[in-house]
Structures are given as structure tokens and as C-alpha cells.
Nanobody, 116 residues
């Protein structure tokens, strides 16, 4: 049974940092591209960052480039999202996704709130 469990969300002040984790189980993690998405209230879900199966390639949304870093540890079946210099507009539910090859699979999400 595929499971993706996100953790690490919370309330942080503008300019602060958070590190999200997504623990995967039920499949061969090292064979899959993994992604982080986010969805703010009233907005569509959007891709934040993506990392290839080996960790050799990454891609970021323009809005987070230079502030967020995606990484993975295939020995721990975990993908991370380090978020620095957080802004109020980063407030959203953040989701981990098993991206490729299909079928895709979503985690349940973790709330990130950036507010003073």
C-alpha cells in the first residue's frame, strides 16, 4: 500500500524557515521522481519543486527559486523541502506527490502558515 506522510509544517514568521519531510512507503522510492506542490485558499494547486529519482536533477517554480531547496534521501525513503526566507504568500497546504512514472500518488498535506 502506497503511503506518503508529510510533516514539518507549522506557523512561522516572515523571513523564517521550515523544513518539510515526506516519508514514503509501499513502493520502490528510488525509482520515482518526487514533487512538492502547494495549494493556497481559493487558488489552484501548483508545482513548487521536483526532484529526479537519483536526486541528480531538480526544478523549481519561479516564485521559490533561490529560497527553497528540494532534496531526497533514498536510503530513508524521504523527500525534503527546505524553505527559507518565507513570505506570507507562501502560506498554503503543501503536498508531496509521487510523480513519475505513473500513476501519481498524493500525500495528505501539511499546513504552512507564514504570518507575524
Amino acid at each position: 500500500q502506497v503511503q506518503l506522510v508529510e510533516s514539518g509544517g507549522g506557523l512561522v514568521q516572515p523571513g523564517g524557515s521550515l523544513r518539510l519531510s515526506c516519508a514514503a512507503s509501499g513502493f520502490t522510492f528510488s525509482r520515482y521522481t518526487m514533487s512538492w506542490y502547494r495549494q493556497a485558499p481559493g487558488k489552484e494547486r501548483e508545482l513548487v519543486a521536483l526532484i529526479l529519482s537519483s536526486g541528480s536533477g531538480t526544478n523549481y517554480a519561479d516564485s521559490v527559486k533561490g529560497r527553497f531547496t528540494i532534496s531526497r534521501d533514498n536510503s530513508k525513503n524521504t523527500v525534503y523541502l527546505q524553505m527559507n526566507s518565507l513570505k506570507p504568500e507562501d502560506t498554503a497546504v503543501y503536498y508531496c506527490k509521487r510523480t513519475s512514472p505513473p500513476p501519481g500518488y498524493w500525500g495528505q498535506g501539511t499546513q504552512v502558515t507564514v504570518s507575524s
